[in-house]
T-cell receptor
Framework: GAGVSQSPSNKVTEKGKDVELRCDPI?????LYWYRQSLGQGLEFLIY????????KSGLPSDRFSAERTGGSVSTLTIQRTQQEDSAVYLC????????????FGSGTQLSVL | QKEVEQNSGPLSVPEGAIASLNCTYS??????FFWYRQYSGKSPELIMS????GDKEDGRFTAQLNKASQYVSLLIRDSQPSDSATYLC??????????FGKGNQVVVIP
């Protein structure tokens, strides 16, 4: 696609429910990142995928968070048993995969946990 | 110490003036540094990258890097109202993880 696509753009859920957020990176980009941005805050790193290597999960805040990337392309971030503090914008970004490469961000998913 | 620190509060500058933003980072081994701009309600977009000590100029933007002191700065010359945004400093760490600072809000006053 022309850019990084994220869906849904908005998600409202009840506390305790599970949610899945989807990211479709730019075709050919081997690196994929998930970040979380709370209101007025910077970007908090969650997880990084590079090709077929094991992902860097060091930023996941709890075991309720998990992510997978199928076929080196589409990624899904799953949050189980959502809590109110999970409310934030979840941003996905992709790049060609080296440290010098520009990250292209999707438009994000605004998650609201009631 | 946080990986990437941007400590200044909101910065208000008159139109046409220079806006100066600073950022410090903790990993002395970092080699790649970036400034992203984020308009309210939008996603970040890259405006500058810098990898070597010294200055790098691109239009009205100048990035400055001092690896010995572990800081990166961004100058915006001839500030325009369209420059009003939050500027995020980002640093690549050895495991290819891009860490961001909290950002500095810039308001350009016409």
């Amino acid at each position: 696609g022309a850019g990084v696509s994220q869906s849904p753009s908005n998600k409202v859920t009840e506390k305790g429910k599970d949610v899945e957020l989807r990211c479709d990176p730019i075709s050919g980009h081997t690196a994929l990142y998930w970040y979380r941005q709370s209101l007025g805050q910077g970007l908090e790193f969650l997880i990084y995928f590079q090709g077929n290597s094991a992902p860097d999960k060091s930023g996941l805040p709890s075991d309720r968070f998990s992510a997978e990337r199928t076929g080196g392309s589409v990624s899904t971030l799953t949050i189980q048993r959502t809590q109110q503090e999970d409310s934030a914008v979840y941003l996905c970004a992709s790049s060609l995969g080296t440290a010098n490469e520009k990250l292209f961000f999707g438009s994000g998913t605004q998650l609201s946990v009631l | 110490q946080k990986e990437v620190e941007q400590n200044s509060g909101p910065l208000s500058v008159p139109e046409g003036a220079i806006a100066s933003l600073n950022c410090t980072y903790s990993d002395r081994g970092s080699q790649s540094f970036f400034w992203y701009r984020q308009y309210s309600g939008k996603s970040p977009e890259l405006i500058m990258s810098i990898y070597s000590n010294g200055d790098k100029e691109d239009g009205r933007f100048t990035a400055q890097l001092n690896k010995a002191s572990q800081y990166v700065s961004l100058l915006i010359r001839d500030s325009q109202p369209s420059d009003s945004a939050t500027y995020l400093c980002a640093v690549f760490y050895g495991n290819n993880r891009l860490a961001f600072g909290k950002g500095n809000q810039v308001v350009v006053i016409p």
